[in-house]
């Protein structure tokens, strides 16, 4: 079946400018986490999610990260007012439920110029 | 708080060469321990697990047991070939986290394998 995808690929902006991350989870998966991979290093944590709620937003740096998931399904994180330092690979993952193996999609690659 | 290190890279070896890769944590609570593999051009991918002490996680010739004595989660494997070249990444997950089982990653070690 399909696994998770993320749109888009790839992501350049400007300093300043907003930006939208999406993901499709695989079907019937009920948890999702977000994470971000900067060059060199392991993914890090930053929300997750368990239905529609974020149920543990501690990983989100500031308070220009914020990120959605209205019908349980797709989710979106929103970067307000990027910075370069934003510039990573934002991975999303799925599992059926919390304690399940996490699927990871292809990630996007955000460039802040 | 949650942490793992893991052996930094790059390592190079030839094909058919005995691999390790040293990977430790630091956790609170109980973690279920796993090796991630992220190949060229693709996603991250679940390599093996272990979920409690002493289990050994396997795949692909891969292997690596969960040692609580001395909270190592070492990855193994007894002939390489060049199609392992990737960079793999330990992690746990810790259920302590009210049912958040997010995962904590190391920082990767990139294995290449030549003919």
């Known amino acids: 079946g399909a696994g998770v995808s993320q749109t888009p690929s790839n992501k350049v902006t400007e300093k300043g400018k907003y930006v939208e991350l999406r993901c499709d989870p695989i079907?019937?998966?009920?948890?999702l986490y977000w994470y971000r991979q900067s060059l060199g290093q392991g993914p890090e944590f930053l929300i997750y999610?368990?239905?529609?709620?974020?149920?543990?937003d501690s990983g989100l740096p500031n308070d220009r990260f914020f990120a959605v998931r209205p019908e349980g399904s797709v989710s979106t994180l929103k970067i307000q007012r990027t910075e370069r330092g934003d510039s990573a690979v934002y991975l999303c993952?799925?599992?059926?439920?919390?304690?399940?193996?996490?699927?990871f999609g292809p990630g996007t690659r955000l460039t802040v110029l | 708080g949650n942490s793992v290190t893991q052996m930094e890279g790059p390592v190079t070896l030839s094909e058919e060469a005995f691999l390790t890769i040293n990977c430790t944590y630091t956790?609170?609570?109980?973690?279920?321990l796993f090796w991630y593999v992220q190949y060229p051009g693709e996603g991250l991918q679940l390599l093996l697990k272990?979920?409690?002490?002493?289990d050994k996680g396997s795949n692909k010739g891969f292997e690596a047991t969960y040692r609580k004595e001395t909270t190592s989660f070492h990855l193994e494997k007894g002939s390489v070939q060049v199609s392992d070249s990737a960079v793999y990444f330990c992690?746990?997950?810790?259920?302590?986290?009210?049912?958040?089982?997010?995962?904590?990653f190391g920082t990767g070690t990139r294995l290449t394998i030549i003919p």
């Open positions: 992690a746990l997950s810790d259920q302590s986290n009210f049912g958040n089982e997010k995962l904590t």
């Open positions: 993952a799925s599992s059926l439920q919390a304690g399940y193996t996490q699927y």
């Open positions: 272990a979920t409690k002490a002493d």
């Open positions: 999610f368990q239905g529609t709620g974020a149920a543990d």
């Open positions: 956790a609170t609570g109980y973690p279920s």
């Open positions: 079907s019937g998966h009920t948890a």
